[in-house]
């Protein structure tokens, strides 16, 4: 569905990703996973977008996307959520996910954007009344916010960045059963970025780690999770999230349970 190769960004002198090159089946979860700053936003914004790589080439469904702006590759079926939530607060909570069915369909009638939003809001367990307002969401709420308006749009491949950032224990969990529930019941293709491995192992099919935007891992949650160059980056930073990762992964059938 996704084949990536060579991506490379640039800012200035500094390199954010640096040869980057990956391909993302149709129906997978891929888990994107590395600390802070080595490049996992970056490559979303390229996807979506944001900005164009350097160079390299990002080909979905057989045709290039870089260098396309977002609303065409929206419209092709990428949606994408932000790391931070930014809602429009002078719109209801079901406006904001009904702008995105609007715009990310190629404009089409408002009573399908609405529809749209309905399907999105009962997907991720927000309530559908039309008068709530989003500035009672707490994180997880607008996490799920966030998921929602990326749903309305109609992708056939979802970024998830950071859908955990904020959340405690079960709301992690939650989260986590939340995005494998999209792919199972919408077939909805993932690549799903966090920079701690825990759950995120759990829901994978396979995972990819960058390191000061460069691929130095990539495979199933167990190979990953024993990857000597892996625990090296992580150690000290998230030991503890990599080690029960690790045990996590090292479950039979941990993969797909
Ligand atoms: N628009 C930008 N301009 C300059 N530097 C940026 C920009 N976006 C990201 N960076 C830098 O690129 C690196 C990778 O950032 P990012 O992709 O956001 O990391 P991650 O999402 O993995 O935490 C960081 O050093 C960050 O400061
Ligand atoms: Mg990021």
């Given at each position: 569905m996704l084949v990536v190769e060579g991506l490379v960004k640039r800012f200035g002198g500094f390199k954010a990703v640096n040869n980057v090159s990956f391909k993302v089946d149709q129906g997978e979860i891929l888990g994107l996973i590395g600390p802070n700053g080595s490049g996992k936003s970056t490559i979303f914004n390229m996807l979506s977008g944001t900005f164009p790589p350097t160079s390299g080439s990002m080909t979905f469904d057989g045709a290039e996307i870089s260098g396309l702006p977002p609303h065409r590759i929206i419209n092709r079926g990428i949606g994408r959520t932000f790391q931070i939530p930014r809602p429009f607060?002078?719109?209801?909570m079901f406006e904001n996910v009904a702008l995105a069915g609007y715009f990310g369909?190629?404009?089409?009638?408002r009573a399908k954007a609405d529809e749209a939003a309905e399907r999105a809001l009962a997907m991720v367990g927000?309530?559908?009344?039309?008068?709530?307002?989003?500035?009672?969401?707490?994180a997880a709420g607008l996490k799920k916010l966030e998921l929602a308006k990326a749903l309305a749009t109609g992708p056939k491949l979802l970024l998830a960045d950071e859908s955990l950032g904020g959340l405690d224990d079960t709301e992690m969990e939650q989260a986590a059963d939340m995005l494998r529930k999209i792919r199972d019941e919408l077939g909805i293709t993932i690549i799903w970025v966090e920079h701690i491995m825990g759950v995120l192992m759990r829901v994978v099919d396979r995972v990819m780690v960058l390191d000061h935007g460069e691929k130095i891992s990539e495979g199933l949650p167990s190979e990953v999770s024993s990857d000597p160059r892996v625990i090296e980056v992580y150690l000290g930073t998230d030991a503890d999230a990599t080690q029960a990762a690790a045990a996590q992964a090292r479950r039979p059938g941990a993969a797909h349970a």
């Open positions: 607060h002078r719109l209801t369909q190629c404009r089409h009638s927000l309530p559908a009344d039309r008068s709530m307002s989003v500035d009672g969401l707490g």
